[in-house]
């Protein structure tokens, strides 16, 4: 099933991503998001159908990596370091931000992050700084505990 919040981020994404000195996405006429919003529902249909073949044992796994647990664990990890090289985890991240540490396709980042939020690992939170109105999303509790077991421990004096 499709989120529609999920369909709006990923359009907005992308836009920007195609956009970067343009009009901003919040300015843009309906005319113009339909399209984007269109074509970022589109994507997020072709993995959710390429997942559903997977599951069914059908096809091989692509290559944006919809293979499963350990390629979902591995993504979250990915977006964890992501906010470990970013003051330790205490800085909000953008969407944009994440897509270049993790360097993961547009869609599966905003599934992801979708994932990890449903887990209580992140929260949305507008980007209130950012005149673009780039969503941000910071670590909770649970994602600083994980972040915190990720960290090399200090080796101990003897």
């Known amino acids: 099933m499709i989120d529609r919040q999920d369909v709006e981020t990923?359009?907005?994404?992308?836009?920007?991503?195609?956009?970067p000195m343009g009009v901003l996405w919040s300015q843009r006429r309906p005319v113009i998001r339909d399209g984007w919003l269109d074509a970022a529902r589109r994507r997020l249909s072709e993995m959710d159908e390429t997942d559903m073949r997977q599951r069914s044992g059908y096809g091989e796994a692509p290559a944006g990596g919809h293979d499963g647990a350990a390629a979902s664990a591995a993504r979250g990890a990915a977006v964890l370091d992501a906010f470990g090289r970013?003051?330790?985890?205490?800085?909000?991240?953008?969407?944009?931000?994440?897509?270049?540490?993790?360097?993961?396709?547009?869609?599966?980042?905003?599934r992801t992050v979708r994932r990890m939020m449903g887990q209580g690992v992140l929260a949305e939170m507008a980007a209130t700084t950012d005149p673009s109105g780039q969503t941000a999303f910071r670590l909770l509790d649970s994602g600083h505990a994980l972040l915190a077991g990720r960290r090399p421990q200090p080796e101990p004096r003897v």
Do not use: C, I, K, N
């Open 86 to 110: 970013h003051s330790r985890g205490l800085r909000p991240l953008s969407l944009h931000t994440l897509m270049r540490e993790t360097e993961m396709d547009p869609a599966v980042l905003v």
């Open 10 to 19: 990923l359009a907005q994404l992308t836009y920007e991503l195609a956009h």
